[in-house]
């Protein structure tokens, strides 16, 4: 009876896994929307230019390995985004309003031969200057998705969520400005220890010490 059983488990439930997966994900709709929101210690200026500067994007997020840029235009910049797993995403910038509002058009692809992308869609970046506050910016993020495959949309669902590509960009954009505010906090402070350190020579310089 264990081995009959063992059998069963063995070589009619364990392969029905994968069957089961798939039917679970064709029940998942295979669009959503989703959104997050933000508050950022920067500039308006400041965060446009970060997002549309692609060609740095390798220097502040960790999953991508390079950007390769295919057309620039006056408002619209193509290129292809190729993370560190080898999956690489055509992308389209469309600015809609300067420093306000971005539009990115978006198509994933697990390697070069599959014909079904994983993720296809849009995000909306929306830039909301704070009125109380010049240094501080509320920057909106909306997804509109769509994925094809079944498993992949259970695998969202079940482990990592339709808002984890915006969560995870989110979170290298606010840490690169972290870094940079609390360089140019840093650099502040030298420049003024420096100051001082002139202000006391010229001092020094003007009434010297009597022997």
């Not at 488990?9 to 709709?29: E, R």
């Not at 390079?66 to 992308?91: A, G, L, M, W």
């Amino acid at each position: 009876m264990p081995f009959v059983t063992a059998a069963i488990i063995i070589f009619i439930i364990i392969p029905s896994i994968p069957l089961f997966a798939y039917v679970i994900g064709l029940l998942v709709p295979a669009s959503h929307i989703v959104s997050r929101t933000r508050t950022i210690k920067t500039t308006p200026s400041r965060l446009w230019a970060i997002l549309t500067d692609v060609s740095n994007y390798p220097e502040w997020q960790p999953k991508v390995e390079k950007v390769n840029i295919q057309n620039r235009e006056e408002n619209r910049v193509t290129f292809i985004e190729y993370s560190v797993k080898k999956r690489h995403t055509v992308i389209i910038h469309h600015v809609r309003s300067s420093e306000r509002c971005l539009l990115r058009i978006l198509e994933e692809n697990m390697n070069h031969y599959n014909k079904i992308p994983t993720f296809s869609g849009s995000w909306t970046f929306e830039i909301t200057p704070q009125e109380d506050n010049d240094t501080q910016v509320l920057l909106k993020i909306t997804e509109q998705g769509v994925m094809k495959k079944p498993i992949v949309r259970l695998m969202h669902l079940l482990l990592y969520g339709f808002h984890s590509r915006i969560d995870r960009f989110m979170n290298d954009l606010s840490a690169k400005i972290e870094r940079e505010n609390k360089d140019n906090e840093q650099g502040s402070s030298q420049e003024t220890v420096n100051s001082v350190d002139h202000d006391w020579d010229l001092v020094s310089e003007a009434y010297p010490k009597s022997s």
